[in-house]
Nanobody
Framework: QVQLVESGGGLVQAGGSLGLSCAAS????????MRWYRQAPGKQRELVAA???????NYADSVKGRFTISRDNAKNTVYLQMNSLKPADTAVYSC????????????????WGQGTQVTVSA
């Protein structure tokens, strides 16, 4: 069993910053990609940022230059630093991790965090 626990959401004014973290624990041999998603009311979930085990990152066009994803592999933790926040960034942010649970497992399961609310006021 693998658990992902997020923290760091909250309320911030437009132009402000927030940092999110997501720590994975449990039966983990290794983690491939770690990602942040968000879902605003009435909208589909969208991929915000991703980080591969090799260190590559990619971002949604809407957050490029404002958000930064990083990870600490020793702690099985992924972070999302969000700067210059806009009201349009308001959403529930969830992390996901592609986890290989044993050395003999040839595939990764995707596990999800519970989500954390980010609200940006105008």
């Amino acid at each position: 069993q693998v658990q992902l626990v997020e923290s760091g959401g909250g309320l911030v004014q437009a132009g402000g910053s927030l940092g999110l973290s997501c720590a994975a624990s449990g039966s983990i041999f290794s983690i491939n990609a770690m990602r942040w998603y968000r879902q605003a009311p009435g909208k589909q979930r969208e991929l915000v940022a991703a980080s591969t085990s090799g260190g590559s990152t990619n971002y949604a066009d809407s957050v490029k230059g404002r958000f930064t994803i990083s990870r600490d592999n020793a702690k099985n933790t992924v972070y999302l630093q969000m700067n210059s926040l806009k009201p349009a960034d308001t959403a529930v942010y969830s992390c996901a991790a592609d986890v290989v649970v044993t050395p003999t497992t040839t595939y990764a399961y995707r596990y999800w965090g519970q989500g954390t609310q980010v609200t940006v006021s105008a």
